[in-house]
């Protein structure tokens, strides 16, 4: 069976896109079940009514609590069948309630490379703080934010002068690699959590080769 995805989003929703693209090119063998957002204005919801796939917009200030929000999503998430969670670019903390609901199968996609620069602005937070590494991190998700065990990390040079933004943006095209990578092998059921650690099964797809300027590992099959 097809892994049942919800992703959600709350702004433009360049990695839905990626994950989009990868499942219908059967990359993935996933069903994207349900795109929520936390806003009406989302991107993400655009992109993902032009593909035919389920929307929901559920607007956190409409509640009274985080409880109550994360109850109605998921309440609209099981409602699509939906069993594995995708954050990608959802901006709203989870309550260890949605957290336990779904745990293990929930993801997410960060612009940093965690431990390092944690919360909403990881891109912007590296560049300022002068590293000369940066990069991206899928991982799982537990009841500490940016803290589950790592799926697979893209580290990029950070280039002389360059601010927030453009590092950004650098980052991001790594993000549509590794992210759609990352949910191909979990609907594979190729990924064992151990003490935080995740090891990946072995599997005879041949890897791509490694990008120039980056290094990411685990290493990318070919296609991602
Ligand atoms: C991405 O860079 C993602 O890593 C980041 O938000 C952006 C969403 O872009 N997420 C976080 O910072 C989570 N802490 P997108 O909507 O175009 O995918």
Redesign the pocket.
């Given at each position: 069976m097809s892994l049942p995805l919800a992703v959600l989003?709350s702004?433009?929703?360049?990695?839905?896109q990626a994950i989009i693209d990868a499942v219908e090119a059967g990359r993935i063998d996933a069903e994207i079940r349900l795109v929520l957002s936390n806003r009406a204005d989302a991107n993400?919801i655009e992109r993902a009514r032009k593909h035919g796939i389920p929307t929901a917009v559920v607007e956190h200030a409409a509640f009274a609590s985080r409880e109550d929000f994360d109850r109605e999503m998921i309440r609209i998430i099981r409602a699509h069948g939906a069993e594995v969670i995708v954050l990608?670019?959802f901006?709203r903390l989870l309550t260890p309630m949605f957290i336990r609901e779904f745990a293990p199968n929930i993801v997410?996609?960060?612009?940093a490379l965690l431990p390092s620069f944690p919360?909403?602005h990881?891109q912007r937070d590296a560049a300022a703080y002068g590293v000369k590494i940066a990069g991206?991190t899928a991982h799982f998700v537990d009841e500490i934010m940016?803290n589950g065990p790592v799926i697979i990390q893209a580290a990029v040079p950070v280039m002389a002068g360059e601010d927030g933004a453009a590092l950004?943006e650098r980052i991001?095209a790594y993000?549509h690699r590794i992210y759609p990578q990352a949910i191909k092998w979990l609907a594979e059921g190729r990924l064992r959590v151990n003490d935080r650690h995740v090891h990946l099964e072995p599997s005879d797809a041949p890897l791509a080769a490694q990008p120039q300027g980056a290094l990411v590992s685990p290493p990318l099959e070919e296609g991602f």
């Open positions: 989003v702004g433009g929703g360049s990695n839905l993400g990608a670019g901006m997410n996609i960060h612009p919360g909403v990881g991206c940016d950004g991001l993000e």
